[in-house]
């Protein structure tokens, strides 16, 4: 559930508290930039945490996606005191004044922060990036945001677009920000502007408007002072090169906005951000929780803090048989880089550890009427790692839902993996041990499974 942050004694609106605010200010630039506030901002967020009486969470919806519910499956948060990794999916919209969501999500970053090591990393992320979004066959990864919204899926928009980046990074997703980009404009200004080191002159002659609209963008190579207006101008424009070159100023900018935030006296200004950032947000980190970052995020160090970009080199461009440019990727160079950026939690590296100790025999099965399901289900599963012995049809084609059958008893770390990864609820997990055959686990494809398309570059 996303969260607004409220007195229980306030009556209910459709902003955001302070609490929330201040969690996404501090969530943002210190992920992507270093420490922002460090023990002042703990002890500020602290003293409103105290002053809000940890509220429970009202029925409102939140203020971008529409999210009513918790999604089913959604994992234990990490415990931060303790030391364990947390992995956060920031995600800039470009709402017009005039338009409400279901948005499509302009800006995705996958960032992390791990506290015992007191390190953190930050992985941009192209948003004409082609890969299969859950239950929806493949399409540009930015519109995941905007299809779980338009479909009223449960966790809304947010949930879909954590699964989608869970599905294709191997990675898992414990939160989410979304930020409208007016609040980031107008926190630019509060700070009084920022300054930009353009690495050689950048003309855009079709930078879109609000009106949508086109207008002439353009900005001198060398050291530049930049309002909120023209840091996001700055951070989105790509006609003058690409999107891996929009990528790389966004993180620019990301980094400016810290280094100014460090030089002032960030806490006298805090009044004038929370009112830059209010109902320009949605997140679903509690109070507590934001404590706790809080405390964490003061410990790390600036060169302790790793970017990267998903670049040219890690992908293929290709034209879709619907005419679309999109960007296909290298799995492999992909792995790589997250495996510097972003190491799996030692939860999860358990986990692949404990699948290939068990190295259970599979069957797949189609139970839907899609030609060839199994097959490169097969394909798919193989190329993982798994062992699978046969695959074939079901003895129906009409299950919505895919169901894992265990016949063994003990290959419980493979189920786990496996649930995860068709989407499989618990009632769809049935085990019998009385059936002896050549399969440890059987998987039943239903319609809700759409594997990757097998890809050959262009």
């Not at 935030?261 to 950032?277: G, Y």
């Not at 934001?290 to 160090?301: D, G, R």
């Not at 999860?348 to 289900?377: F, H, W, Y």
Request: charged fraction near 20%; aromatic fraction near 8%.
């Amino acid at each position: 559930m996303a969260y607004n942050y409220q007195n229980r004694r306030s009556q209910k609106n459709n902003g955001l508290s302070p609490l929330s605010i201040i969690g996404f200010i501090l969530l943002i630039f210190f992920l992507c930039g270093g420490v922002f506030f460090g023990y002042q901002i703990y002890d500020t967020v602290r003293e409103t945490v105290i002053a809000l009486g940890l509220p429970d969470i009202g029925d409102m919806p939140p203020v971008l996606s529409g999210v009513i519910a918790q999604p089913t499956g959604q994992p234990a948060a990490p415990n931060i005191i303790a030391g364990e990794r947390v992995n956060f999916l920031i995600m800039g919209i470009d709402r017009r004044a005039t338009e409400s969501c279901p948005c499509r999500s302009d800006t995705m970053m996958l960032a992390t922060l791990d506290p015992k090591t007191a390190t953190a990393g930050l992985v941009t992320i192209p948003r004409d990036l082609y890969v299969p979004i859950p239950g929806y066959g493949e399409q540009r990864i930015n519109t995941a945001l905007f299809i779980g919204a338009r479909d009223k899926l449960p966790g809304g928009g947010p949930a879909l677009a954590k699964k989608t980046i869970e599905y294709n990074f191997g990675r898992q997703i414990h939160y989410y920000v979304i930020v409208d980009f007016n609040g980031f404009r107008r926190v630019v200004d509060t700070l009084g502007g920022i300054e930009i080191n353009v690495p050689k002159a950048i003309d855009d002659p079709q930078y879109p408007t609000e009106n949508y609209g086109v207008q002439h963008v353009h900005f001198n190579a060398g050291l530049q002072r930049m309002n909120g207006e023209q840091a996001l101008q700055y951070a989105r424009t790509r006609h003058a090169d690409s999107d891996f070159g929009r990528s790389k100023r966004q993180i620019q900018v990301l980094m400016a906005i810290r280094d100014k935030a460090l030089r002032l006296d960030i806490i006298t200004k805090l009044p004038s951000l929370l009112q830059s950032m209010w109902g320009t947000l949605e997140t679903d980190l509690k109070p507590t929780e934001v404590l706790a970052l809080a405390q964490a995020a003061s410990k790390v160090k600036t060169e302790n803090i790793k970017t990267a970009v998903i670049d040219q080199t890690m992908t293929v461009e290709y034209v879709t048989s619907t005419g679309a440019d999109v960007l296909w990727f290298d799995r492999v160079k992909i792995g790589q880089l997250m495996d510097q950026i972003i190491p799996q939690s030692a939860l999860t590296a358990d986990l692949s550890k404990q699948v290939a100790q068990e190295a259970a025999r599979i069957t797949v099965v189609n139970g839907t009427l899609t030609p060839q399901l199994a097959e490169r289900t097969t394909k798919f599963l193989q190329a993982q790692g798994y062992q699978i012995t046969a695959y074939g049809n079901a003895d129906r084609f009409d299950y919505a839902q895919t169901v894992l059958i265990d016949y063994s008893g003990n290959k419980s770390a493979t189920i786990t993996a496996l649930a995860k990864l068709f989407n499989v609820s618990p009632e769809n997990i049935r085990r019998t041990t009385n059936v002896k055959g050549e399969s440890d686990i059987r998987i039943i494809l239903g319609a809700n499974w759409i594997p990757p398309a097998e890809k050959t570059q262009p």
